[in-house]
């Protein structure tokens, strides 16, 4: 079975500092990681995913992600936050060969930036 | 193009009444998933369909619960009799890509807030 856990349920950031929304998978076999973002009564909007290929993947609004297979890592990242990202996250991940239903979405990070 | 549109927005109905969620996904895009989400549960996959198809209801919770899909741009999900446990946001979301296949991404409405009072 598949899974991923994002391990803090809260983050705090000052505006203008750097993030890291952390995320870490548990598959068989090679995984394809997703991050969504979501806004308060809105529904899930695709941030960044990796397939393949280069392990920093940059995705929407200045986020990248970098896949980190030996940690079974893909935390999220930006290098200066803004109020503005302040909204829930959810990292996804599933198999190839996988059908729909084996896209697991963790349990969701709260971001919080402060001005 | 519009995005996936979700009607109603927000839905309260009485136990035991019948409610009707609809979607209609983007255009072009021939995989559609219902999803719901709840504070206890995050988002659980209710049902996918692949151009207009079924494929994996397993997600459904109970008999009460049906979805269909009469043409490309069009869903619904029902549920009847309706319980104050199925209180939730229901999402409804599109990929350009079958899901297995590709590393497509899905696209999500604004979802419905159900209340069953």
């Known amino acids: 079975a598949q899974s991923v856990a994002q391990p803090e349920d809260q983050v705090n950031v000052a505006e203008g500092n750097p993030l890291t929304v952390k995320c870490t998978y548990s598959?068989?076999?090679?995984?394809?990681l997703f991050w969504y973002v979501q806004y308060p009564n809105r529904g899930l909007q695709f941030l960044l995913k990796?397939?393949?290929?280069?392990?920093l993947v940059k995705g929407s609004y200045g986020f990248e992600a970098e896949f980190n297979k030996s940690q079974t890592s893909f935390h999220l990242k930006k290098p200066s936050a803004l109020v503005s990202d302040s909204a829930l996250y959810f990292c996804?991940?599933?198999?190839?060969?996988?059908?729909?239903?084996?896209?697991?979405f963790g349990s969701g990070t709260q971001l919080t930036v402060l001005p | 193009d519009a995005g996936v549109i979700q009607s109603p927005r927000h839905e309260v109905t009485e136990m035991g009444q019948e409610v009707t969620l609809r979607c209609k996904p983007i255009?072009?895009?021939?995989?559609l998933f219902w999803y719901r989400q709840t504070m206890m549960r995050g988002l659980e996959l209710l049902i996918y369909?692949?151009?207009?198809?079924?494929?994996?209801d397993s997600g459904m919770p109970e008999d009460r619960f049906s979805a269909k899909m009469p043409n490309a741009s069009f869903s619904t999900l029902k549920i009847q009799p309706s319980e104050p446990r199925d209180s939730a946001v229901y999402f409804c979301?599109?990929?350009?890509?079958?899901?297995?296949?590709?590393?497509?991404?899905?696209?999500f409405g604004q979802g419905t807030r159900l209340t069953v009072v």
């Open positions: 979301a599109s990929s350009p890509f079958a899901q297995g296949l590709l590393g497509g991404e899905a696209f």
């Open positions: 598959v068989s076999g090679n995984p394809y």
């Open positions: 990796y397939i393949t290929g280069d392990n």
């Open positions: 996804a991940v599933r198999v190839p060969s996988g059908s729909a239903r084996q896209l697991t």
């Open positions: 255009s072009g895009h021939n995989s």
């Open positions: 369909f692949n151009n207009n198809v079924p494929i994996d």
